[in-house]
């Protein structure tokens, strides 16, 4: 059923516009002068300030590779992150870790690991997607580079970047 | 040799008339064009400011980079150096022709904006004069009529780009602005008629030679350093009416909020340019600037008395003290239209834009309808008068 | 003005009004007219007709020609590209123009005040204004005939178009 919206019954002086203009022009020039003797602080003067300390903990900046306590780097190459990633910015290729390596039970490492910054979208899918809670969004957000290559995160800036995250599936112990 | 000398110096020879002019032209596009790419800097440190922002104020001039000892005035100079940034970017910027348009006319189509908007800037009186040259690059006697025609040729350059592109957006958007232009020409031109009534001329020049001596068309008592006349009190009536009806009708046909409609960003994701980059959009971007300064140096001209400033005589002595006072007479002349940009800049920033059908009614019910009534008024006014 | 400019302009003039029947597409044909019509513009400026030349560029370049590209835009380009001409319409066609100029030709042999100077105008000559005085007081009557006529062919458009709508 269509629905009339009722329009207000204007005034001569809303009709002509005139008056509303000047009570607009009043406005923006309050702000205009308000900010020229700098008495408003609305603005952040964002690189020499910055608002990192009040990031909530939930934040999504760039994606990164955790470890846990023991300093082994969490995930185990199931590439789901990679195929869950929506703009596809995963790239990762498997490994097998030798017999002899004290967490073969693993099975497979990460060889090479890389996210494409150029194409990530901070969705943080991957992080939810992992069964390791290897993958994690840390707080970082300027992520910038003079070449394609250096937007391009490999596994050891991953690992770097991601630290240690003492975490709660601790599956892979050596103790279990 | 010699007699070439001459005649560079003789102010009735061919020879001097030739290269005065070629100086006028060249010094006019460059303060112009100067002007444009700071007002674009103007318009975005303004509108932030207006935001509580502080807008583009990093991009200094490295002047430390040349040595002896120099420091970066980051502080003063600090976003004075953008329009050179800006300029440099958009000139290095790839510049993508998509397969799907009609080359030759997507070509010629930022080319045509451009020249509309410099070539009407040939008439306008932008100093009294430097000894015996005037400060006009033609001195026709039709100037504001030369303006509108040129101006109304800037429309094929919209229109060729919006259909040369061959996509929607800017094919919309070109339909919206020949409206929009051919709509708000009308209410352009009439609203100036009664101004041409009062004084009874069309050449610029002498229109502004009338206002320095009965003062400015929109303050005639304040200006002309006597009480005004009865007749000059009632001509002002209709005089103020010309000047809001021609000022409004500028704003639409220089494309400004709150009269964007062919752009309107939200709604066609650019308008007529969208399918331009690097320097064909630049070209775009710098017509319509120089369309806004053409605008406001002709309600400058023709409502507060051009380069005009109570107190201030013009350059028309020989030697030195005119050179002085012409560059002066041009200085106030500039002054004004920047001040006018500025006042350009701070509506585009206050008002949000009309919807369609609103901007056809003012167009053609309100402003058309006033500027017609307007010339009948001062049609009677003046006949009473006289 | 030299005549180095009339030439140039009355050439370019020429040129783009050919255009505008040789070419195919509307579109250049449309431009090729404005084209047209700047050149003789620039022809009435040579002879110090600024207002004239400037009410050219003003209503015909600018705003007739600019709704006519318009509504050439609107409609189907390929149509018009791929119609052949009748042999009778190009008959016709060829018939009306040669009429045409043999009948200036005729008119341009015994018309004699054309081999006349014309008589110098004033120094400083300020067309608009005899225009005007012109218009509203000799040819008085006719204009505000024409005014009529003008008025009543945009009342019977409003009236033509409104019937369509219902
Ligand atoms: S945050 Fe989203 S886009 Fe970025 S890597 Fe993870 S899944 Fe891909
Ligand atoms: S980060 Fe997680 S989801 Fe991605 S491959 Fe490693 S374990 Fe699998």
Partial sequence: MAYQVPRPKLT?????????????????????WRMLRGKTHVCMQYPEEKWDSHLPPHYRGAPT???????????????????????????????????????????????????????????????????????????EYAITGTSRAAMMHQKEKLIEMGGIQPGVVNKWNEKK | MNAILHDLADPNSILFMIWT????????LGVVLGMVSYTVYAERRVSSLMQDRLGPNRTGFPISLLGFGLKDW?????????????????LLKEDFTPAYVKKFYYWIAPALGIAAAIISL?????????????????????????????SSLGVYGIVLAGWSANSKYPFLGAIRSTSQLISYELALGLSVVPLFLIIGKLNLVEIVHYQVQNGWMLLPGLTAGKLPTLSQVLCWIPVLISFLVFTIAMFAE????????????TELVGGYHTEYSSMKFALFFLGEYTAMITGSSLIITLFLGAWHFPGIPDGSMSGWPGVLWGLVNIGVFFTKVFAFLIFFIFIRWTLPRFRYDQLMKLGWIWLFEIALVNIFLTALIVAFVH | MSPILF?????????????????????????????????????????DAYFIGVIQILVYAGAVMVLFLFIIMLLDLKAEQRRQISLPVLLGGVAVTALFVTQ????VRTFQVGNKPFPSLAAKFDDASNIGNMLFSHYNLPFQVIGVLILVASIGVVVLSKRELN
Wanted: include cysteine; glycine fraction near 8%; proline fraction near 7%.
């Fill in chain 2, 21 to 28: 002019t070629l100086a006028k032209s060249a010094g006019l």
């Fill in chain 3, 104 to 107: 200036i030709a005729l008119v």
């Fill in chain 1, 12 to 32: 001569f002086a809303e009709k002509i516009y005139l008056p509303s203009v000047i009570a607009g022009l009043k406005i923006t020039l309050g702000h205009l």
């Fill in chain 2, 122 to 150: 040939a008439v306008i009186p932008f100093g009294s004069k430097i000894g015996t040259v005037d400060m006009v690059i033609a001195n026709i006697d039709i100037g504001p009529l030369f303006i509108f025609a040129i």
């Fill in chain 1, 65 to 139: 590779l955790v470890s846990d306590e023991f300093g082994r780097t969490r995930c185990v190459a199931c590439q789901l992150c990679e195929f869950i990633c929506p703009p596809r910015a995963i790239r990762i290729k498997p490994g097998e870790i030798p017999a002899e390596n004290k967490f073969a039970k693993v099975e497979k490492f990460p060889e090479e690991f890389q996210i494409d910054m150029i194409r990530c979208i901070y969705c943080g899918l991957c992080e939810e997607v992992c069964p390791e809670q290897a993958i994690f969004l840390k707080k």
């Fill in chain 2, 74 to 90: 980051s502080p003063i100079l600090g976003g004075l150096g953008q329009p050179i940034a800006d300029a440099v970017k958009l």
């Fill in chain 2, 254 to 265: 220089t494309n400004r909020l709150p009269f964007d409609l062919p752009e309107a960003e």
């Fill in chain 3, 7 to 47: 030439w140039i302009f009355a050439a370019l003039m020429l040129g783009f009004g050919a255009a505008t029947l040789v070419n195919r597409n509307p579109v250049a044909s449309a431009l090729s007219l404005v084209v047209s019509l700047l050149g003789l513009s620039a022809l009435f400026f040579s002879l």
